[in-house]
Structure formats: structure tokens, C-alpha cells
């Protein structure tokens, strides 16, 4: 057999193979590639910000909560290229890729909006030297009973715009620190002691421009607070990690910090009350509270609970007609504006649990379809609408149902969409010509000749 007739045999043989699996429920079958945002990034001189990358955030409902989803380094020739999760909005962020302590750093565009449709979508992008600031960073310490100010060696410098941005740099061996690619913006500027041994008040540095540098020195003087408590979740250690902020609420000290395992731990601080965010973790829903203040050198051991559960749905899907479960039919929970808040398939036995994302609210629906054919029946779709979801509660939707198996278990009947069967097309009759009627010839009998005279 030649390579050609083995490669076509070899495809066949996955049609065939791909053909035989059986169809399961879900959004991606027959989903079409989703549309790419690409373009070029380009400097104030027109080249190719090649040391720039693209990051994509898809927007929340409000507009204002982003998810990220991810990001393209600027080619050469200054272009990049994201594919998308569908229509929608989404905003676009360009950061450089150089160390933030070069000076010559462009400045970080930090909001792009783009909306997106069911076609690609070019978006052509210009940055600009970012501005600049630098300084040196000294600790006093005592040292032979009198307090001298030395250099901060690999202090952390933290710089944190208006519009809650982020930059950090560490100083070199003698203090000194330098921070580029700057937006315009005004800037809460402070610094740190890699040793812990004192903090210092943060500066405000008002109206940064974009390619101007700015001096910034501190002398670190306060001996550091720090918060060592626990989170939990329903009154027990929460488990897992999440990312926690908390704010100083005089100086604008902003601190993200990762919690593991429920240990509660912000040290390093300067004295003052903080605001503390918890997003939502485990099933619970986050909170915002302000934490007891703290003096200089001083440690406090706060307790923050998360007690509030969103409220869920659950239910077991059956087929009306044998009684069995169905495996991983699609489950859609809608708000009262209709928006999808989530969509998840049913578990091997036809169970499902669906919510934990919304507040206390009514006018909700969950949906219980097929997108396609699951084993030899196709399903059709139910609802369950005018629902009201409420926090820390479980709805059991079997019971809402109505329905019952022989045995007295309470489910969710589906029933099976019928086979239609296609009407065979009206037959007219064919118009038959009658035969034609055979004739039989008539003898002739010849006339003899007369005879002459």
C-alpha cells in the first residue's frame, strides 16, 4: 500500500473512531473560533514597542471587576494577537517587560476597552516614556548608644497610583533605587527595610509626567506594627489561600497579601487603622471591614469570619419515560435581568448543585437542557423560573417538581423530544395510453383480365 492510501486509511479510521463516540451535553461541539483582538504597539517614534506585553481582561457585569485571561509579548515588528472568550467587553492592558527600575521604561497603559463581536477586531496601540522616580532609602538604628542613619540595602519600594496601580523596585546595596514607566498620575510613595527593623511615612508625589524625574528619599524611623490573626469561613479555619488587600486609612498604604490556611498575617506596617477586603472564597461571601488600629512596634491578633454561603439549587435529572439518570445534561442559572450567572453539566448520575455566586434575590431560573443527543435520546428542554435564591439555603428543585419515582424518590422528569417521522411525499398516478386497436387486413380477390375480341 502506498504512504498516500496509509495516510487516507489512518484518517478514515479517526472519522470513524470520532463518529463512534458517544454525544455528552456541553457548549463546545459546535462552537466556531471565538474573535482575536491583534494590532500593533508602537512608541512615540512610530517603532515597534518590542519590550511591551498585552494583557486581556474580559469585563464583569458592571463594568468594573475584571477577569484576567491572558497575555502576548509584542513581537519584533511590534505586533501582538489574543484570542477571546466570545462577544463581549474587554479591556487590554500594556506593560513593559523591562525591570521596572529602568528609567527609560515606557509607561504601563492600564485600560484599552475593546468590545468584540463574532469578527476580529484590530486595536493599534501607542505608548510613551514613562516618568520617573528615585532617591535613596536610609533606616535609623542605634548603634553604640546613639541613633545614626544608615543605608537601607534591598529596601522595597512600593509606588501606588490614584487609580490603585502597582509598582515595586529594590534599592542596591547602598540605598539607592531607581523606578521607571510610570503613567501620569499622583503617586503614594513608601518604603521598607528588608530587616523589618523600621518603616517610614509614606510620600505623596503629586503629578508625575510622563518622561520627567522625580526625587524621592525617606529615612526610616518607626519601629513596624503587624496584624496576626486567622480567617475563617462559616466559624472554622478557612482553607485553601486567598489574596487579601488592606489599606492604611490615613496614609493610603496599600498591601496585597496571599492568607494560606487561614493564618491572618500583615506584618511590616506602619502604625494606623486599615481597611481590610476579603473576596469571596470557599462559598462564602467576602467582606470589607476595618481592622483595630495599631501603634508603633505594636502586634494586634484580629479574627475575621466570612459567615454568609450564597444560596444553591439542587436536584437529580431523570429520564420520564425508563426512569434512569442522565449523565451530564447542561444546568443554567439566570438573574432576574435573564443574564447567565452559571452553567454547569449534571454529574454520571444525573445530580446537579448550581449557585454559590449570587446574592439574596427572586425572579431567578434554572434551565435544564441538552445541546445534543445524550446516548439514543434527544431531551426537551425544562425551567424552572420565578425562583427566589436565598443566602446560607439549599432549594431542592425535586421537590419543586412535582415528580416521583415508583419507589417514592423525588426527581426531575425530562421528557424525550419525539422522533419525528418524515410524511412521505403525495404519489400522483402515472396516466396510462390505451393500446392501439389491432386492425385485420381484407382479402382482395384480383380481377381477372378480359379477354381482347
Do not use: C
Not at 486567622?230 to 482553607?239: D, S
Not at 486567598?242 to 492604611?248: D, I, K, M
Not at 425508563?322 to 435573564?338: A, E, F, Q
Amino acid at each position: 500500500m502506498s504512504s498516500r492510501r496509509r495516510a487516507l486509511a489512518a484518517a478514515s479510521s479517526m472519522l470513524l473512531l470520532l463518529a463512534g463516540l458517544v454525544a455528552v451535553s456541553g457548549p463546545s461541539q459546535a462552537a466556531a473560533p471565538h474573535a482575536r483582538i491583534y494590532g500593533y504597539v508602537t512608541d512615540a517614534s512610530g517603532k515597534a514597542a518590542r519590550t511591551m506585553t498585552v494583557r486581556l481582561f474580559r469585563s464583569g457585569a458592571d463594568d468594573k471587576s475584571w477577569t484576567y485571561l491572558r497575555k502576548d509579548d509584542v513581537s519584533s515588528s511590534g505586533i501582538y494577537e489574543l484570542p477571546t472568550d466570545g462577544p463581549g467587553r474587554y479591556h487590554l492592558q500594556v506593560v513593559e517587560r523591562r525591570p521596572a527600575y529602568d528609567t527609560r521604561s515606557n509607561a504601563r497603559v492600564p485600560d484599552v476597552p475593546v468590545n468584540v463581536g463574532t469578527t476580529a477586531v484590530v486595536k493599534n496601540i501607542s505608548v510613551r516614556r514613562g516618568g520617573a522616580i528615585g532617591g535613596t532609602v536610609k533606616v535609623r538604628v542605634k548603634s553604640r548608644g546613639k541613633y545614626r542613619s544608615k543605608a537601607a540595602a534591598s529596601a522595597s519600594i512600593r509606588a501606588v497610583s490614584d487609580d490603585r496601580q502597582i509598582y515595586e523596585v529594590a534599592a542596591n546595596r547602598s540605598g539607592q533605587y531607581a523606578m521607571g514607566g510610570l503613567p501620569r498620575n499622583n503617586y503614594r510613595v513608601f518604603a521598607y527595610d528588608k530587616q523589618g527593623r523600621r518603616v517610614g511615612t509614606g510620600k505623596l508625589v503629586r503629578g508625575v509626567k510622563l518622561g520627567k524625574y522625580r526625587q524621592v528619599s525617606f529615612v526610616l524611623r518607626t519601629r513596624p506594627a503587624a496584624y496576626k490573626g486567622f480567617l475563617t469561613t462559616g466559624g472554622t479555619l478557612a482553607k485553601g489561600s486567598v489574596t487579601v488587600t488592606a489599606v492604611n486609612r490615613r496614609t493610603g498604604e496599600y498591601w496585597v497579601r496571599k492568607i494560606s490556611r487561614g493564618a491572618l498575617s500583615l506584618t511590616g506596617l506602619t502604625p494606623g487603622s486599615y481597611v481590610l477586603t476579603v473576596p469571596d472564597t470557599a462559598g462564602y461571601f467576602g467582606r470589607t471591614l476595618t481592622l483595630p488600629s495599631l501603634r508603633a512596634g505594636q502586634t494586634r491578633r484580629p479574627n475575621v469570619n466570612l459567615p454568609t454561603t450564597a444560596g444553591t439549587f439542587t436536584g437529580q435529572i431523570v429520564d420520564a419515560t425508563s426512569g434512569n439518570p442522565i449523565p451530564n445534561i447542561s444546568v443554567r442559572l439566570t438573574d432576574s435581568s435573564g443574564k447567565v450567572q452559571q452553567e454547569l453539566p449534571a454529574s454520571s448520575t444525573g445530580t446537579f448543585s448550581i449557585g454559590g455566586t449570587l446574592r439574596a434575590q427572586s425572579g431567578v431560573t434554572v434551565t435544564i437542557f441538552a445541546y445534543d443527543k445524550i446516548g439514543e435520546h434527544y431531551y426537551l428542554p425544562r425551567s424552572f423560573s420565578g425562583l427566589q435564591i436565598a443566602d446560607n439555603q439549599t432549594l431542592d428543585l425535586n421537590t419543586i417538581s412535582g415528580d416521583t419515582l415508583p419507589n417514592g424518590t423525588k426527581v426531575i422528569r425530562l421528557q424525550r423530544k419525539p422522533i419525528e417521522t418524515p410524511t412521505p411525499a403525495p404519489t400522483t398516478p402515472t396516466p396510462t395510453t390505451p393500446a392501439p386497436t389491432p386492425t385485420t387486413p381484407v382479402p382482395t380477390t384480383p380481377v381477372p383480365p378480359t379477354p381482347e375480341a
